[in-house]
């Protein structure tokens, strides 16, 4: 399994800017995929932004152009900057580990490792 821990969350007025880390450890399966998704109550989760083993990002359509995924290997963290941020934003935040999905889509919430989350709200 691989240990998340989310970080960076906060109030932040529309059109501000947060940044959001996750640091990992432990260990990690061959497909070596991780991402951030996000959850409002009563949704299920929303895939924003996931990194592939290759180091290629993909995204959630609410996130193409606001926001943007980066990995660090050496620091072992994850990171999501998010800019322009607005009010259908707010939602808790979580970081993914170790994809079990196959060849479905990436975005999609199929990870065996998850963090506790950090809330995001923009007003």
């Known amino acids: 399994h691989v240990q998340l821990v989310e970080s960076g969350g906060g109030s932040v007025q529309t059109g501000g800017s947060l940044r959001l880390s996750c640091e990992f450890s432990g260990n990690t399966n061959a497909d070596y995929c991780m991402g951030w998704y996000r959850q409002t109550p009563g949704k299920e989760k929303e895939g924003v932004a996931v990194?592939?083993?290759?180091?290629?990002?993909s995204y959630g359509e609410s996130a193409k152009g606001r926001l943007t995924i980066s990995k660090d290997n050496v620091k072992n963290t994850l990171s999501l900057q998010m800019n322009s941020l607005e009010v259908e934003d707010t939602a808790m935040y979580y970081c993914?580990?170790?994809?079990?999905?196959?060849?479905?889509?990436?975005?999609?919430?199929?990870?065996?490792?998850w963090g506790q989350g950090t809330q995001v709200t923009v007003s």
């Open positions: 993914a580990a170790n994809w079990y999905g196959g060849s479905a889509s990436k975005l999609r919430p199929l990870y065996q490792d």
């Open positions: 990194v592939d083993s290759r180091g290629t990002a």
